[in-house]
């Protein structure tokens, strides 16, 4: 069974990435984690989100649990929007292997590892497949947008590896794409005729090859290369040798109206040598590479901008039995980066948003209660600290600044924030109260803009506030001098060690008096929600004087 496996193109993926090689901390690590702290700095506050029920409820607020249990339901507006922002917030890039050695398999060694995997360690080739599949297709999402690149092409061959680009396509209707799937020769075998009715259950056509269109780039904006993987030699026969020059020609062809699609490879470039690579330097240049369980030796002559590695399941036997020193992968994702992302115009960088439209009788009278039903909607979409606001004030000579901090309470008085009195922001606040709060909540394609003016909470609400909070915020926010200088970070943990040893018996820790919060009395709002082509839909409330009354006024703005 298994040499009849590996003559189909046998492949195997990464598990328990926590037992391979760790990586150095390189210059993007480095920045990436320089960014977090910065981030993390500029936030005023630790504590878990409040849920939506909290957050309405008259202040004093009482202590918040949170909401990474969340799951969406189908009534999640994030369905309706990025299918690809549930890998937002996983992003491989952050772990990429730039300047770093990196494992390399030859086809000896990649097909005993699936041997070991298939045998003595109980996966089955159905298994490998699916995470193989849903690997590429977290590859492709994180790089090429559905809102860019929605009609792709699934070239798949007979063996495990078109199997590989079956799934794939699967996963890609998932995620809001319009694959297309060219299989000209079946494999007619239960496990690739179950993938086949899966894909015609979604409607997902299948094309012949003389269905396809003499350039491909008419119909297509990207390309799924599946048809040969790690374990296929000699030279490619008909009809895959000519599918293979098609796609070559697409780098040659004198049809330049329409974008180049770009090409993605399943673990190795169709026509490739698994060791030596492009032997004639005439054959596939994918622009990706997702190579599965660690890349090929034929990897190294990989020169396209997007190296990937896909799945995570090989077990510390094997990682250690080949010395695998390869990328560790984020949070829950399937993929990684190998190696520097691509240097990147940031004049290109666009995002052209799809959301439904935002009109005049869809919103609520009061743009608190629309304000909360947009709330609501964002963390049902699982969206990280829905309650983080750009907070920005300006001095007495009119000079800005901006921060973010986490809202801690909305009603119909206002919009609650705690932080230190002695803060730059503070200073700010006793010379102009007028400020502005600004919520984005990017994989929703919305912005909520609140002006208005600020005034201190009681200390009753911000001692009850204070005394929900967890004791080691208790204890920061007493030893944090906020927006003062120090001359390092062990003044910091000096101090908090300090505290943490006074108040060990468990003692209520006392709120300092320079610390509480501040309530933002709106007296204007703009909903704002992404539109294509940068028609943005912009809705405003404002108060308007009618008959000695202020009612809300609603208006649309140009975008």
């Known amino acids: 069974m298994l040499s009849n496996l590996k003559r189909c193109g046998m492949r195997s993926l990464l598990f328990h990435s926590s037992l391979l090689c760790p990586p150095t901390l390189t210059a993007a690590t480095a920045a990436t984690a320089a960014a977090a702290t910065a981030t993390a700095a500029a936030v005023d506050s630790a504590v878990s989100i409040l849920p939506p029920n909290i957050l309405r409820r008259p202040l004093p607020l009482l202590p918040a649990s949170s909401f990474r249990g969340l799951k969406r339901g189908p009534a999640s507006p994030i369905a309706a929007f990025s299918p690809s922002s549930s890998f937002l917030r996983l992003s491989s890039s952050a772990s990429s292997m730039a300047d770093q050695a990196v494992s390399y398999l030859s086809q000896r060694e990649a097909a005993e590892v699936d041997e070991i995997l298939m045998g003595p360690l109980g996966f089955s080739v159905d298994q490998l497949m ?26 798949c061959g007979p063996g495990n590896n078109g199997g590989d680009g079956l ?12 694959p297309f799937i060219c299989y000209p020769k079946r494999t007619p075998k239960t496990l690739y005729n179950g993938l086949v009715t899966q894909l015609e259950s979604l409607s997902i056509p299948f094309l012949s090859i003389n269905d396809l269109p003499q350039h491909l780039a008419e119909k297509f904006d990207l390309i799924v290369d599946a048809m040969f993987g790690f374990s296929f030699n000699g030279q490619p026969r008909p009809p895959f040798d000519d599918l293979i ?15 180049s699609p770009p090409i993605v490879s399943i673990d190795i470039p169709s026509g490739w040598h698994v060791e030596e690579g492009d032997i004639t330097g005439e054959g596939l240049k994918p622009d990706m590479l997702v190579s599965l369980t660690a890349p090929k030796l034929c990897a190294k002559k990989f ?37 520097k992302p691509p240097s990147v115009d940031i004049a290109s960088l666009r995002e052209n948003y799809i959301s439904p439209e935002l009109l005049e009788d869809q919103v609520v009278p009061d743009p608190v209660d629309q304000f909360l039903k947009w709330f609501d909607e964002a963390v049902a979409a699982g969206l ?6 750009t907070l920005s004030t300006c001095d007495r000579e009119g000079k800005p600044s901006s921060r973010v901090v986490l809202l801690k309470g909305a009603d119909k008085h206002g919009f609650v924030w705690y932080t230190n009195y002695e803060s730059r922001k503070a200073h700010e606040l006793s010379e102009n109260p007028h400020a502005s709060l600004l919520f984005y909540w990017n994989q929703l394609n919305r912005q909520v803009r609140v002006e208005g003016t600020v005034e201190k909470v009681s200390r009753e609400e911000s001692e009850q506030y204070f005394h929900s909070r967890p004791r080691g915020s208790q204890l920061g926010a007493i030893v944090s001098k906020q927006s003062t200088v120090i001359i390092g970070r062990h003044v910091l943990a000096d101090a908090y060690k300090e505290l943490e040893e006074r108040y060990a018996d468990g003692s209520m820790i006392p709120m300092p008096e320079f610390w509480g919060g501040y309530r933002l009395k709106p007296t204007r709002f703009e909903f704002w929600q992404g539109q294509p082509s940068r028609l943005h839909d912009r809705l405003q409330y404002s108060l308007r004087a009618v008959n000695g009354n202020e009612l809300w006024h609603i208006e649309r703005l140009s975008p």
């Open 303 to 339: 020169v396209g901008p997007h190296h990937f590695l896909g799945g995570r399941f090989v077990p510390p036997s094997i990682s250690s039995k080949y010395k695998f020193c390869l990328p560790k992968y984020p949070g829950t994702s399937m993929c990684v980066r190998i190696g």
């Open 130 to 155: 699916e995470l193989a599949g849903l690997s590429v297709a977290t590859a492709i999402a994180e790089v090429y947008k559905s809102s860019e690149y929605s009609r792709i092409l699934a070239i």
């Open 384 to 389: 990280r600290e829905p309650n983080a606001m």
């Open 167 to 178: 799934v794939a396509a699967r996963h890609l209707h998932h995620f809001g794409y319009q």
């Open 245 to 259: 020059q098609r796609l070559v020609s697409l780098r040659h062809d004198d049809y330049v109206s329409k974008r």
